[in-house]
């Protein structure tokens, strides 16, 4: 079954209470950022009604100027309207301006705004959100459709208030000015905003698509950079720019048609609002030769006529560009309406203090949201008992590493409880509940940040005595000394600078910084060289000594110094016991370490000397 697309997945998750795609409705949910910036706006539309005043004063001036004629005894008097005139222009400009000013920094403060809450959103949603949904998508939410919503909060929200002003105040004076011409003007207005209407939905569905299909190159292209040496390795650069251009070319075309509705609707809406001024020009001219309108009268008319017209065409740019937005806007609330699965109750519990470890799953199954068919975990029970070091062995897909997620309370059991000091998980707040784990991944995160904040992930107020003390502990002070700024060295992308063994040993002084009570070592030591392993776990039986700790074991040298070793095979767990008395039972365990302790020759009755790879 083909994976569906980010767009899709986040469609999906949304389960309702958003606005149908393409509407202008979707526009609704992000009303709460502008009415934070009332006095702001309160300015804008102040800036607004003086700007257009202003503008709607030039047709007065313009009239009684024709009307009064010009002659050389009346210069003085004319000099006087001009003088006026430039008192209103100056009004005009700086009220413009300010205009300008306060809706570009609204537009600007809101999206910034929307852009903090929508990646705090994604942070507190859950893994199965993350499973279903395309990091690239997601990054061309925050970035690609908040710039679209910042140029309508903005700009389009500046000229679509401006003309709506100058529109009505332009009407208002032609009817002032002649109500019979204006009679033929307003009959004209339904037929100029009909096709508005009728085709603003069309537009907007058009834009939505071109911002789906961007959101599916840039997803591609996120990807794509993140593997850049898988792909050279491959050769395959020729494979991955023609998927990208095939992307780039599907967002093109969609775009392309985006733009040619509108600009459809533009011709539409200016032809026919102009056409109309024609029009009223023509029969105004007639109305002028028959002696019932004087030649000033139609020159402020007409003027008027050419305010409203060109505030019509305008606001029907701004229509499209507004349409743009609700789909940006759509894409956005789809993500903000997403309720997490995880999350705290309502009245969390209260985990006891001091942190005992104890840990319990009680008839624990489960299966991933997107394989819900497929349990990876059938009914462990198992209980750990505070400061006991337990060992998960197995082979691949045994379910393993899925009882430190359904731990650490990234997923829900399908079935089942677990605990941590006999409070069930679901009572919990996540937060507080990983505040007590310390995980070391077999693929730990590295961010582009330097050394030491790395180290300082999960105590961000550690001081550089604690990070060093840390570093030393995992075995990883020496090669961060020998970094050109040490522990202020910067970091490429997922820490792609440094080996493997260097990437797992700054997971592991995170986690010894963190001192949680409860350690999950998910291969901890899987890249680490021989020599380093043996640092490194001398470390970690010192980290581990009054901890609980889960070991998924990829060396039995961690193997052998369990209290307890759980053997898991097809989501169960078949064997249980010390590393003496499962080699003594011939089971699954025996087996598998006779495989790789005769790989390595290292095999005796009484357990290993040096390190050998567990079956993972």
Partial sequence: MRRKSGTAATAEAAEGGRAPRGSLAALKPLMPY???????????????????????????AVRRLVDFGFSPDRVGVINAYFTAMVAVVAALALASGARYYLVMTLGERIVADLRSDLYAHLTRLDAGFFDRAQSGELVSRLTADTTQLKATFGSSASVALRNVFLFLGAVAMMVYSSPKLSGFVLLAIPVIVLPLVLSGRGVRLRSRAAQDRLAEAMSFATETLGAMRTIQAYGAEGLSTARFDRAVEGSYRAAALAARARALLTVVAIFLAFGSVVGVLWFGAHEVIAGRMSGGLLSQFVLYAVFGASALGQLSEVMNEISAAAGAAGRLSEILAVVPTIAPPAVPADLPRPAQGALAFETVS?????????????????????????????????????????????YDPTAGRVLVDGIDLRSLDPTALRARIALVPQDPAIFSASIADNIRFGRPDASDAEVRAAAERAAAWGFITALPDGPD???????????????????????????????????????????SETLVQRALDEVMRGRTTLVIAHRLATVVTADRILVMQDGGIVEEGTHAALLARDGLYARLARLQFDMDGKFDAGGTRGSAEAAE
């Fill in 366 to 410: 489960f299966a991933y949201p997107t394989r819900a068919r497929d349990a990876v975990v059938r009914d462990i029970t198992v209980t750990v008992r505070p400061g006991e070091r337990v060992a998960i062995v197995g082979p691949s897909g045994a379910g393993k590493s899925t009882l430190f997620q359904l731990l650490t309370r990234f």
């Fill in 34 to 60: 502008v009415r934070r910036y009332r006095g702001r706006i309160a300015l804008g539309i102040l800036a607004l009604v003086v700007a257009s005043l202003a503008t709607l004063v030039v047709p007065e």
């Fill in 489 to 531: 060295t910067r970091l490429g992308e997922r820490g792609v600078t440094l080996s493997g063994g260097q990437r797992q040993r700054l997971a592991i002084a995170r986690a010894i910084l963190k001192d949680a009570p409860i350690l999950l070592l998910d291969e901890a030591t899987s890249a680490l060289d021989a020599e």
